[in-house]
C-alpha cells in the first residue's frame, strides 16, 4: 500500500556531490519521521540523517557539515544532499519513513523502507 523509492545513486570521485531523493506514495494519511541510513559490505546499517514532521534533524558525526537532510511534504519526498564525499561514505544508502497509511478501512502508523540505491566513492 505504501512505497519508498529511491534514486540518485551512482558513483563519483572523492570531494564529488550526490543528491539522494526518496519519494512515498500510496495510501499515505501522514509522515512523521523520513530518514536515510547507510549499509556498507560486512557491517551493519547505521543511521545517516533523518528529520521529524517538526523538522527536527539529527546527522551522524562523521556526516555532519557535508550531508544536508532536507523534506518536501507536498510531495511527501525526502533528499539528501551528500558534499565533499569520501571513499568511506560508500554504502548501500536506504531511505525509512515513519507513516500512518489510511486504506480507507482503518488508521494505522507503520515503518517503510526502500529499496537502498548504491553511492561509490573512488578515491
Known amino acids: 500500500q505504501v512505497q519508498l523509492v529511491e534514486s540518485g545513486g551512482g558513483l563519483v570521485q572523492a570531494g564529488g556531490s550526490l543528491r539522494l531523493s526518496c519519494a512515498a506514495s500510496?495510501?499515505?494519511?501522514?509522515?512523521?519521521?523520513m530518514g536515510w541510513y547507510r549499509q556498507a559490505p560486512g557491517k551493519q546499517r547505521e543511521l545517516v540523517a533523518k528529520t521529524t514532521s517538526g523538522l527536527t534533524t539529527v546527522y551522524a558525526g562523521s556526516v555532519k557539515g557535508r550531508f544536508t537532510i532536507s523534506r518536501d511534504n507536498a510531495k511527501n519526498t525526502v533528499y539528501l544532499q551528500m558534499n565533499n564525499l569520501k571513499p568511506e561514505d560508500t554504502a548501500v544508502y536506504y531511505c525509512?519513513?515513519?507513516?500512518?497509511?489510511?486504506?480507507?478501512?482503518?488508521?494505522?502508523?507503520?515503518?517503510?523502507w526502500g529499496q537502498g540505491t548504491q553511492v561509490t566513492v573512488s578515491s
Open positions: 525509512n519513513a515513519q507513516i500512518v497509511v489510511d486504506n480507507g478501512r482503518r488508521r494505522y502508523e507503520s515503518d517503510y
Open positions: 500510496g495510501s499515505i494519511f501522514s509522515i512523521s519521521g
